[in-house]
């Protein structure tokens, strides 16, 4: 049969819609996740077209500055070594009142544990669509990389209408790939239960004003994400020898070693003697601090940092200013 003779006809986009089409793909792929071992720690940025970010981190927290939390410091460290070891180990949610060293046992870890491998990503709970993207280039380093992950998502909570948080579910344990032994995910969050619950659910179910055949399972699925974190570590507000006795400890690290003015002049007589040292702790610090935390509204590990820094600050910049 003879060949059609029929004209091809070439059709092409005009330029304007072609970029508008580039534009639309780059909005929409995530660019090629790399992870460097060396690298400590990570945080992803940029949305779902983002990145992962490599942070200039402060190792200057140790877990001996960590007072008040014993109990739930020892467990962690504890969790977390069984980690590095490829032991078996748990992700683990923080919950409870704010400012009492949640966010900075994470940063103690690293100081702690980065050269047994230790790293840590640090993800926002909005970008948590992304976790399977970064656990995908976690599984892809190299069979002798002896590093292990920690994806760390702070102050993580939800609303009803937030859906990202089935992505942390499967992650957590619902996956068949989601047992990993080189990444747990460390949470924290002021409240155990991360989707609300309703006391008008309750009251709808006891009155039959539902239209859910099974309404009982809304409420199992409200609790089940914090279920699947193997580890619940709960933290409480702490009394006031515990605070002063934080005050003391900042301000006998800042004596030792600052040298510019009078440790006397600045701190008083402050050494650091113990748990029961509070009692060497000048009483016009005391009386300061114990002032800072009740303006502040309660007493936290957090509010004794912060005071230290300003009576710190504000004492060297009184001894400077009587030299000049």
Not at 37 to 43: D, F, H, I, V
Not at 79 to 85: C, M, S
Not at 91 to 114: E, P
Request: charged letters at 25%.
């Amino acid at each position: 049969m003879p060949q059609s003779t029929k004209p091809v006809m070439n059709y092409a986009l005009p330029d304007h819609l072609l970029d508008l089409l580039s534009q639309y793909l780059q909005e929409q792929v995530t660019p090629t996740i790399e992870i460097d071992p060396a690298q400590l720690a990570y945080r992803w940025v940029g949305g779902q077209t983002g990145h992962l970010e490599p942070l200039a981190v402060n190792l200057f927290l140790n877990l001996d500055d960590l007072h008040g939390i014993d109990t739930q410091k020892s467990k962690l460290v504890q969790n977390t070594r069984q980690f590095l070891k490829g032991y078996p180990a748990n992700h683990v949610l923080m919950t409870g009142t704010r400012g009492a060293g949640k966010s900075s046992l994470i940063r103690a870890l690293l100081q702690a544990y980065h050269n047994e491998g230790l790293r840590i990503i640090e993800i926002a709970r909005d970008d948590l669509r992304m976790l399977d993207k970064i656990r995908a280039a976690i599984k892809a380093l190299p069979a002798d990389c002896k590093c292990r992950y920690v994806v760390y998502c702070d102050d993580l909570a939800f609303n009803g209408q937030d859906e990202s948080y089935r992505t942390l579910k499967s992650v957590l344990d619902g996956a068949l790939d989601s047992e990993q032994d080189k990444l747990l995910v460390y949470a924290t969050s002021n409240r155990r239960h991360l989707l609300p619950q309703l006391m008008k659910d309750n009251v709808n179910i006891y009155n039959g004003q539902t239209d859910e055949v099974n309404p009982y399972e809304t409420i199992d699925e409200t609790v089940s994400l914090s279920d699947r974190f193997g580890l619940w570590l709960s933290f409480h507000p702490m009394d006031q020898h515990t605070y002063l006795y934080i005050v003391h400890h900042y301000l006998s690290i800042e004596q030792k070693t600052d040298a510019k003015t009078s440790h006397d002049d600045m701190y008083g007589d402050i050494e650091n003697k113990g748990a029961g040292s509070i009692d060497e702790l000048p009483t016009h610090i005391r009386a300061a601090a114990l002032r800072w935390a009740s303006e502040r509204g309660g007493r936290s590990g957090r509010v004794a940092y912060q005071f230290s820094r300003y009576w710190i600050g504000q004492t060297q910049l009184a001894a400077e200013d009587s030299q000049s």
